[in-house]
């Protein structure tokens, strides 16, 4: 079964930080580009950072550019986001979402994991 | 940053009736980089149109994208009690990457 599942969520300090991780499974995760995506509750999704197939290349949303880093390791079937300076404003739950190429049809996230909480709080 | 408007914000229907939701760029999109995703409540989105008009794997026939450039359109053609959602779209076209604010379709 093609699967995605986050982890590492919880509550941390604002000033802090936080890794997140993503589990692949079912599928040849060294193939494909990955994101993250996040929602803040009661609100839409957005996109955070995704990373090529090899982690050669990396690309964020303007605003988290410096904070977060997203990172991969294909022998471990992992897509990783490090998470520092954290603001109240990074609560949202994560979610991490594969990208996949339908040929001439373009990009689309085909697969989703079931996201992961994040709280910035005192 | 390519800017996706969804209109309307909230759609009120009954089942059995056609639901026409939209999505306008800031500029001009490539139809190929153009998705939709439905997410249910306390669920991860899930893909239904990639490329404008193609279906993703199970998805229902009822569901149908189309449009171009700057105007996208998703339209369901009868709704069924489990398409009341909520409903974003997306393109891949430039960076970063931009959703729409979602479309949130309730039953009337």
């Known amino acids: 079964e093609v699967q995605l599942v986050e982890s590492g969520g919880g509550l941390v300090l604002p000033g802090g930080s936080l890794r997140l991780s993503c589990a692949a499974s079912?599928?040849?995760?060294?193939?494909?580009?990955m994101n993250w995506v996040r929602q803040a509750p009661g609100k839409g999704l957005e996109w955070v950072a995704n990373?090529?197939?090899?982690?050669?290349?990396?690309y964020y949303v303007g605003s988290l550019r410096g904070r977060f880093t997203v990172s991969r390791d294909n022998a471990k079937n992992s897509l990783y986001l490090q998470m520092n300076s954290l603001r109240a404003e990074d609560t949202a739950v994560y979610y991490c979402?594969?990208?996949?190429?339908?040929?001439?049809?373009?990009?689309?996230?085909?697969?989703w994991g079931q996201g992961t909480m994040v709280t910035v709080s005192s | 940053e390519i800017v996706l408007t969804q209109s309307p914000g909230t759609l009120s229907l009954s089942p059995g009736e056609r639901a026409t939701l939209s999505c306008r760029a800031s500029?001009?999109?490539?139809?190929?980089?153009l998705a939709w995703y439905q997410q249910k409540r306390g669920q991860a989105p899930r893909l239904l149109i990639y490329?404008?008009?193609s279906r993703a794997t199970g998805i229902p026939d009822r569901f149908s994208g189309s449009g171009s450039g700057t105007d996208f359109t998703l339209t369901i053609s009868r709704l069924e009690p489990e398409d009341f959602a909520v409903y974003y779209c997306?393109?891949?076209?430039?960076?970063?990457?931009?959703f729409g604010q979602g479309t949130r379709l309730e039953i009337k």
């Open positions: 979402a594969r990208t996949n190429y339908f040929d001439s049809s373009g990009y689309a996230f085909d697969i």
């Open positions: 079912g599928f040849t995760f060294s193939s494909y580009w």
């Open positions: 990373i090529k197939e090899d982690g050669s290349e990396q």
């Open positions: 500029q001009s999109v490539s139809s190929s980089q």
């Open positions: 490329g404008a008009s």
């Open positions: 997306q393109q891949y076209d430039n960076s970063p990457i931009t």
